[in-house]
Nanobody, 123 residues
């Protein structure tokens, strides 16, 4: 059983930057692909970015390409999401998720989820 705990959310002005982190425990971290999703009030959870276990491959939602960067440190059991050029429409709860094999963009494709960290971007 994998436990995931996110941190680093907060309030930032439009155009600003924020880095959210997710620490994993209870499994062999490097064997899990990791994903970041977000959910705004009244909206469905959506894919943001994902990274393979080795960190060698990444995938992004089109609207965040060039602004967000996913990375991981397997020695620290941590995955990061660096967010630059934030926009009000990026406001949401950001959740990390883990799956055993390969990158996936579907919510249903992930086995373990954190509780999320709130990111609010003011205009």
């Amino acid at each position: 059983q994998v436990q995931l705990v996110e941190s680093g959310g907060g309030l930032v002005q439009a155009g600003g930057s924020l880095r959210v982190s997710c620490v994993a425990s209870g499994g062999t971290f490097r064997t899990y692909a990791m994903g970041w999703f977000r959910q705004a009030p009244g909206k469905q959870r959506e894919f943001v970015a994902a990274i393979t276990g080795s960190g060698g491959s990444t995938l992004y939602k089109d609207s965040v390409k060039g602004r967000f960067t996913i990375s991981r440190d397997n020695a620290k059991n941590t995955v990061y999401l660096q967010m630059n050029g934030l926009k009000p429409e990026d406001t949401a709860t950001y959740l990390c998720a883990a799956r055993k094999i390969g990158i996936n963009t579907l919510v249903s494709g992930y086995d373990y989820w954190g509780q999320g960290t709130q990111v609010t971007v003011s205009s």
